[in-house]
């Protein structure tokens, strides 16, 4: 792209640091209103752009794709999970797609530990009792919770996040097991101090359910009513994934009816929407989508975005790449020139 400026787009205000980067070289177009852009607007915007920094918000499909045009190099998702992208959509089109893996690994298992902690205690149900005015007085049985320590912590997907949930749950001595499709190497078991559990045999042992899975169509409605069913009445399920791998409307039932102890929910199966039937469950912590919300993560996300657009864009292998064969593809065709 020698010396030129590149049009590109930024669907949504980033940390000025990650901005003033792209800014310096590129010729940036910055979405700047409160939300996420309109469809119609976001096809309009990516017109004839060489680069886009995504969201979570943002969908990348052949429509976008196709009305971006043809000179598209690379899609940047500020985000670890890539359900909006259309990896094989954009590997057609020959476009590069990243994400941002290992900058929000230990920021996440942060927030999905919160939520064990607020949900098993009731931390956030305390709070508004005692801005609610109610009278009061210290009682043997008042607003009793379940412990965390030297309980049964069943992590539902075990890479970077679920793993680095594993080490904290070791110093509060909890029992790990975990299930995946992948099975990691004996020394992580070991190191991690965790079991191999069946799914099912999982949601019986456990005293909490973290979820840590991509969102596929296998994971939809993961937990689901018959899941939670199998789950003991004082459990707590915890979610820092994404929303519709649980049924909602069956989860709210089960946190009303006694069959679930609590729930720690960072996202939704209809975000920025949140199921009314949960809203009204005193026993649902429910904070909006904040996993990696601290500021310095969100600064190295938005720093790894741009590494990976500034590399899709100068013909540099970007370094957290969705579609290597994009790229194999291209430099086997003679377009990178580094
Ligand atoms: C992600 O990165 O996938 C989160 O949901 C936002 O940090």
């Not at 601290?294 to 938005?302: E, G, I, K, Q």
């Not at 540099?316 to 064969?325: A, H, I, K, V």
């Amino acid at each position: 792209m020698g010396g030129e400026r590149p049009p590109i787009l930024v669907t949504r205000r980033l940390p000025q640091e990650a901005l003033d980067r792209v800014d310096a070289r590129c010729d940036m177009t910055l979405h700047d209103g409160e939300g996420a852009m309109d469809r119609g607007q976001l096809l309009r915007e990516v017109a004839g752009k060489a680069g886009v920094i995504t969201l979570l918000t943002d969908r990348v499909d052949d429509e976008f794709l196709d009305a971006a045009g043809p000179q598209l190099k690379i899609v940047a998702n500020y985000a670890v999970g890539f359900d909006n992208i259309d990896v094989d959509a954009c590997t057609r089109h020959g476009v590069l797609t990243s994400n941002t893996p290992e900058v929000l690994t230990e920021t996440t298992a942060d927030t999905a530990f919160a939520l064990m902690m607020a949900a098993a205690r009731r931390v956030a149900e305390g709070d508004r009792f005692l801005r609610s005015g109610t009278p009061w007085i210290w009682g043997p049985l008042m607003m009793l919770g379940q412990d965390v320590h030297h309980r049964t912590l069943g992590i539902v997907g075990f890479g970077r996040i679920g793993q680095a949930l594993a080490r904290r749950a070791r110093g509060f001595a909890m029992r790990v097991l975990y299930h995946d499709v992948y099975r990691p190497p004996p020394d992580v078991e070991e190191e991690l101090g965790a079991e191999y559990r069946d799914f099912e045999e999982l949601l019986r042992e456990s005293d909490f359910v973290s979820l840590h899975t991509n969102l596929t169509p296998e994971t939809r409605h993961l937990i689901n009513a018959d899941r939670l069913a199998m789950m003991k009445p004082t459990a707590v399920l915890v979610n820092t994934s994404r929303g519709p791998v649980i049924d909602e409307h069956a989860l709210a039932r089960a946190l009303r009816n006694g069959q679930l102890f609590a729930a720690g929910l960072d996202v939704f199966e209809r975000e920025p929407s949140v199921h009314p039937d949960l809203l009204a469950c005193e026993n649902a912590v429910v904070i909006p989508h904040l996993g990696s919300a601290t500021v310095h993560t969100r600064l190295a996300m938005a720093n790894l975005a741009v590494d990976n657009l500034f590399a899709g864009l100068w013909d540099e292998r970007p370094p957290t790449l969705l579609n290597p064969q994009v790229w194999e593809q291209s430099t086997s065709t003679g377009r990178s020139s580094s």
